[in-house]
């Protein structure tokens, strides 16, 4: 013990001095202060930092095109007048992308459904059932996740142009539903593994059988986990263009290609290209913010386990 520690009692003795807060002097409360308030301030200016191009591409889509080649789009901090919601009157009646729009959600939402099923039995099966050749099966399944998806462009196209389902959605939702499964299985056998035996068990003894105990026991223990790997799998596949690229049908193709198309053809049509940017960029949000606290929850129960 230092003397700073101590002070002097009525007798001239020294004694340890008093901690606040269970064992921290008011200096050592301080010092945590100042350090969580400058750790604070720098998540809240990063924050800001990575929200910039969002704000940018929101304000370009509300700027005439006229008004946004005079000058960047922070310019309109200083004459809010120029905001106008004329760019999405006219996106809104641009039939290829709002046609794109529909098409991507006839994507994304059977290709996270089917995923978030296959998945959900597959990691149950490999979790609690005993059948031959399980743990070589489930290595199999893992080393798929390292098989990237350029490898297979070329010989799943002649296949599916074989069996006639190139160029349509529902090759698109098979092809992602093939490569999402890995992760899917992955995942979901490592979070069903870590529910406790004794309450299958016990709802065995109650004369549940696999699919009931499956239904009824294992996905609402495991809905956090299911939560997360849906939005992982949607945002994957809204935002892919790789894919839709050489599968979609070129007539009615997803968002992502529909933007390029127009880029392609049309080189400075900033008024159709921002607001259909932003419009791609909204619904993932949305469907990520309306599955926050399912994913926030899956998150830390995986780190936990």
């Known amino acids: 013990m230092s003397r700073s520690d101590a002070t002097p009692d009525p007798r001239g003795e020294l004694r340890p001095s008093v901690r606040e807060n269970g064992g ?29 191009p969002t704000l940018g591409l929101l304000v370009s889509s509300l700027v005439a095109p006229t008004d946004l080649n005079d000058g960047g789009w922070w310019r309109v901090f200083g004459a809010p007048s120029r905001l106008t919601v ?16 529909l098409n991507t ?4 939402v059977p290709a996270t ?30 080393g798929l996740l390292v098989v990237p998806v350029q490898v297979a462009l070329i010989p799943v196209s002649e296949l599916f142009g074989t069996i006639g389902l190139f160029e349509t959605t529902a090759g698109v ?31 065995r003894l109650d004369g549940a059988g696999e ?60 008024d159709v290209l921002a607001p259909g940017a932003f419009l791609s960029m909204v619904v993932p949000l949305a469907v990520f913010f309306a599955f926050q606290r399912q994913f926030v929850t899956g998150v830390m129960a995986g780190a936990v386990k």
């Open 24 to 52: 921290t002097t008011w200096a050592e409360r301080a010092a945590g202060g100042l350090a969580g308030g400058a750790l604070r301030v720098f998540l809240i200016v990063a924050g800001l930092f990575w929200l910039l």
């Open 173 to 203: 939702v098979l092809f992602h539903t093939a490569f999402g499964l890995p992760f899917a299985v992955f995942l979901l056998r490592n979070f069903f593994a870590e529910i406790p035996r004794e309450l299958l068990e016990a709802a």
């Open 211 to 270: 699919l009931r105990l499956f239904t009824r026991v294992v996905l609402p223990l495991g809905g956090p986990a299911i939560a997360s790997l849906g939005i992982f799998q949607f945002l994957w596949v809204w935002n892919d263009m790789l894919v839709a690229l050489v599968f979609a049908d070129s007539a009615n193709p997803p968002i992502t290609v529909a933007l390029q198309q127009q880029v392609r053809q049309f080189g400075n049509n900033i």
């Open 86 to 101: 004329d760019n999405y009157e006219r996106l809104l009646a641009n039939d290829t992308i709002t046609g794109s729009l």
């Open 113 to 142: 459904l089917l995923v978030l099923a296959l998945g959900a039995f597959a990691g149950y099966a490999f979790a609690w059932l005993e059948f031959p050749g399980r743990d070589w099966l489930f290595l199999v399944v893992v």
């Open 105 to 108: 959600f006839a994507i994304a």
